[in-house]
C-alpha cells in the first residue's frame, strides 16, 4: 500500500499555523485526498495530556532539557497511534506544529544542547520527518497582536493564555530568527510564506507548494 504525505506547519505564535492546517485540508478532501490535521504538542491522547501540563502557565519553571523530555514523550505516542498509521494507510498527514518546532523553541531559544535534540530525534522521530514543511512568516509584533487578540477571547471564556504566549518580544522575536534559519538550512523540505497576507491568499500559495513539490504532472498521474 502507497504511504501518505507528512506536511507540517511551522511558526511562531499567532503565525496561522491552525488556520491554515485547516484550508489545506479543506483543499485536499476537495480533490479526493484523504488527510487528517492534528497538532503538537498533542495529537493523540495521551499527548494531549502531556500538552495541558506544558503550556499550562500554572506548571513550576523547569530545565529545557525536562521540557524537551516531554516534548519527546508526546511525540513518541502521537508517531505510534496517529502519524505513522495514518502513513502507512495512505493518508496525507497534516500536523500544526513537529520537530522544527522543538529545536527553535527548546534549542536555538531555550538553550538545550543541539546533541540532546540530536539524540531524541534519533530514538523517537527516526525517519518519520516531514516530506513539506510550511513556514508562515511574521514580524514577532504582528503574532503578539494576534495573540493578544486570541488571549481575549481566551479570557472571556475563562481560560489563561498558554506559557508560550505570556513571554516577552524578545523572546517571539528570537523565535522568528530560529524558524527562518531553520528553513534557510533545509530548502528543499521548508518554503516559507508571508504570514501577514489574507488567509485566503496564504491558502492558495500554500496549495501551489503542495502541487510543485509533492503531486506530480497532471500527465503522469
Known sequence: MASGRFITFEGGEGSGKST????????????????????????????????????DPATHPHSALSEALLFYAARADHLEKVIRPALVGGRWVICDRFSDSTRVYQVEVGGLPVDAFRALELIVVKLTYPDLTIVLD??????????????????????????YEK???????????????????????????????????????????????????AGSR
Not at 180 to 204: F, M, N, Q, Y
Open 167 to 217: 513571554r516577552d518580544a524578545d523572546f517571539h522575536a528570537r523565535l522568528r530568527d530560529g524558524f527562518l534559519e531553520v528553513a534557510k538550512a533545509e530548502p528543499h523540505r521548508c518554503s516559507v510564506l508571508d504570514g501577514t497576507k489574507p488567509p485566503d491568499v496564504i491558502a492558495a500559495e500554500v496549495l501551489a507548494q503542495v502541487d510543485r513539490r509533492l503531486l506530480p504532472p
Open 20 to 55: 491554515q492546517a485547516r484550508l489545506l485540508a479543506d483543499s485536499l478532501l476537495a480533490r479526493g485526498i484523504d488527510c487528517i490535521v492534528t497538532r503538537e504538542p498533542g495529537g493523540s491522547p495521551f499527548a494531549e495530556q502531556v500538552r495541558d501540563l506544558l503550556l
Open 138 to 163: 511574521v514580524p514577532a509584533e504582528v503574532g503578539l497582536a494576534r495573540a493578544t487578540t486570541r488571549r481575549l477571547a481566551q479570557a472571556i471564556a475563562g481560560e489563561d493564555a498558554d506559557a
